[in-house]
């Protein structure tokens, strides 16, 4: 079993920050990535920002410039630094990993999201 538990989700006003942190937890054996996903009401769930194995990294458009998403591999935690915050940012975000267990095979895993809203 994999657990993935955010944390840092609130409300803010725009131009704030915020960190987001995702914890991973379970029968991991190895991490292929980690990455940040949003879903903002009646939108698809886009990919925010993902981090790899060998610590390269992928932002979409819209917030490169303004978040950093960073790991610590001993703890396997990925975080979120979100400055500049919008209102456009307003959306669930969700933790999402790649990892594999025993088995060997890699599988894709979830967390249950946290609520980000930014005041306009």
């Known amino acids: 079993q994999v657990q993935l538990v955010e944390s840092g989700g609130d409300l803010v006003q725009a131009g704030g920050s915020l960190r987001l942190s995702c914890v991973a937890s379970g029968s991991i054996r190895s991490i292929n990535a980690m990455g940040w996903y949003r879903q903002a009401p009646g939108k698809q769930r886009e990919l925010v920002a993902s981090i790899r194995r060998d610590g390269s990294t992928n932002y979409a458009y819209s917030v490169k410039g303004r978040f950093t998403i960073s790991r610590d591999i001993a703890k396997n935690t990925a975080y979120l630094q979100m400055n500049s915050l919008k209102a456009e940012d307003t959306a669930v975000y969700y933790c999402?990993?790649?990892?594999?267990?025993?088995?060997?095979?890699?599988?894709?895993?979830w967390g249950q999201g946290t609520q980000v809203t930014v005041s306009s």
């Open positions: 999402n990993l790649v990892a594999s267990r025993t088995t060997g095979a890699y599988e894709t895993y």
